[in-house]
C-alpha cells in the first residue's frame, strides 16, 4: 500500500495543481475580457458620439449650402419697371391715365412678358404713389403699416 500511496500521491498532486492552475488562468481570461469590453464599449459610444456630430455637420452644412443657393437664385431675380402717362383725347376732353409696365428677369433673361396696368389719373395726383400701389413683382411693403389697434391698413385707390 505504501508503493501505491507514492505512485498515486504525485497523480493526484499533479491533476490537483492543472485544476488550480486551469481556475486561476480562466479568472485571469475573464478579467482581461471584461477590460477589453470597457475598452470597446467606450470606443463604440465615442465613435457613436462622432457619427452623430457628423450627422449633425453635414445636415447642417447642407442646410447652409440650400439657403445660399437660393440667396444668390433670389439676388439673380431682377424686375424691370417702365411707367408713363397715356393722355387719349376724345372730341373735346382729354383723359390721361398712368401706364405701369413691368416684367421679370433671371440674370438677363425675361421669366414674364410686360404686364401692363392702367389707372385714370386726376390732375396733379401723386404719380409715384399711385405706381407703387400697382405694381405687382416689387409691392411697396410701407403702404401696408399696422395700425395702432393691430389691424393692417392697405392702401385703397385713391
Known amino acids: 500500500m505504501g508503493v501505491w500511496l507514492w505512485l498515486i500521491l504525485p497523480a493526484v498532486a499533479a491533476l490537483g495543481s492543472g485544476v488550480l492552475s486551469y481556475c486561476l488562468m ?34 447642417a452644412s447642407a442646410e447652409e449650402a440650400r ?5 444668390e ?8 419697371e417702365r411707367r408713363y402717362v397715356r393722355e387719349r383725347r376724345m372730341l373735346f376732353a382729354s383723359r390721361r391715365s398712368l401706364v405701369l409696365a413691368e416684367r421679370m428677369f433671371f440674370r438677363n433673361i425675361p421669366l414674364s412678358s410686360w404686364v401692363e396696368h392702367e389707372m385714370p389719373v386726376q390732375e396733379g395726383a401723386d404719380l409715384d404713389g399711385l405706381a407703387r400701389r400697382l405694381a405687382i413683382f416689387r409691392p411697396d411693403i410701407g403702404d401696408m403699416l399696422p395700425a395702432p389697434g393691430g389691424r393692417k391698413l392697405i392702401a385703397g385707390p385713391a
Request: proline share 0%.
Open 67 to 71: 439657403r445660399r443657393a437660393l440667396d
Open 26 to 59: 480562466q479568472s485571469r481570461l475573464e478579467a482581461a475580457v471584461a477590460v477589453e469590453r470597457q475598452h470597446l464599449a467606450a470606443s463604440r459610444a465615442s465613435i457613436e458620439a462622432q457619427k452623430q456630430t457628423m450627422d449633425e455637420t453635414v445636415r
Open 73 to 80: 437664385f433670389l439676388a439673380d431675380l431682377h424686375v424691370e
